[in-house]
């Protein structure tokens, strides 16, 4: 069977940091493009990060540009979001993506995740003053 369990959400301050790590099991890990989303309260969910298969290209919605890295490492089947310089704005469920179908890490963000084979089940991140 196919998993992909997310850990490391939790509560942060404002200006703190994060890593999320996403392990997957029961696929070819190297065969997907792997990406992050999240969800904040009321709102749609969003694009967030994604990673080519090889790990050699990554690609991030505006928003969170300069401060999260995304990273894989495909020995460990893992995937990592790294996050810096957290805003109240980041809160949100963080989950965790899987695509075989993708021509490239930069269609995950335009596809909104409508082709993604495979979902975690998504960990809390909440950012406060």
């Known amino acids: 069977q196919v998993q992909l369990v997310e850990s490391g959400g939790g509560l942060v301050q404002v200006g703190g940091s994060l890593r999320l790590s996403c392990a997957a099991s029961?696929?070819?890990?190297?065969?997907?493009?792997m990406g992050w989303f999240r969800q904040a309260p009321g709102k749609e969910r969003e694009f967030v990060a994604a990673?080519?298969?090889?790990?050699?290209?990554?690609n991030y919605v505006d928003s969170v540009k300069d401060r999260f890295m995304i990273s894989r490492d495909n020995a460990k089947n893992t995937v990592y979001l790294q996050m810096n310089s957290l805003k109240p704005e980041d809160t949100a469920v963080y989950y965790c993506?899987?695509?075989?179908?993708?021509?490239?890490?930069?269609?995950?963000?335009?596809?909104?995740?409508?082709?993604?084979?495979?979902w975690g089940k998504g960990t809390l991140v909440t950012v406060s003053s």
């Open positions: 993506a899987a695509d075989s179908g993708l021509t490239s890490s930069q269609t995950m963000g335009t596809n909104k995740g409508n082709g993604v084979d495979y």
């Open positions: 029961g696929l070819p890990f190297r065969s997907y493009v």
């Open positions: 990673i080519s298969r090889s790990g050699s290209i990554s």
